[in-house]
């Protein structure tokens, strides 16, 4: 079983910028697709940033392209958002997937942390 653990969310203004960390443990598969996923109130959760966990192509929600940026330390198992000219909007809780198959399609994603908050004000 894989355990994923977030870290980094928190609040910022508006403009502002947040690094979320993703540290994977347990029975993780050599190749892999990493990624992060956000629900905000009342919506349904939406994938944000996948990537193969061997480098490669790296997908994103039209709503975060140039802005955030996925990343990973595979000696330490851990991913990262890199989130940039934060809007309000972006706020949500935001959670880090592992899965298999094609990492472009946020359907292949089936372990889960446990969510960190993120908040930003106008």
């Known amino acids: 079983q894989v355990q994923l653990v977030e870290s980094g969310g928190g609040s910022v203004q508006a403009g502002g910028s947040l690094r979320l960390s993703c540290a994977a443990s347990g029975n993780t598969y050599s190749t892999y697709c990493m990624g992060w996923f956000r629900q905000a109130p009342g919506k349904e959760r939406e994938g944000v940033a996948g990537?193969?966990?061997?480098?490669?192509?790296?997908y994103y929600d039209a709503s975060v392209k140039g802005r955030f940026t996925i990343s990973q330390d595979n000696a330490k198992n851990t991913w990262y958002l890199q989130m940039n000219s934060l809007k309000p909007e972006d706020s949500a809780m935001y959670f880090c997937a592992a899965g298999q198959g094609f990492c472009g399609s946020w359907t292949q994603y089936n372990h889960w942390g446990q969510g960190t908050q993120v908040t930003v004000s106008p």
């Open positions: 990537t193969w966990n061997g480098g490669g192509t790296k």
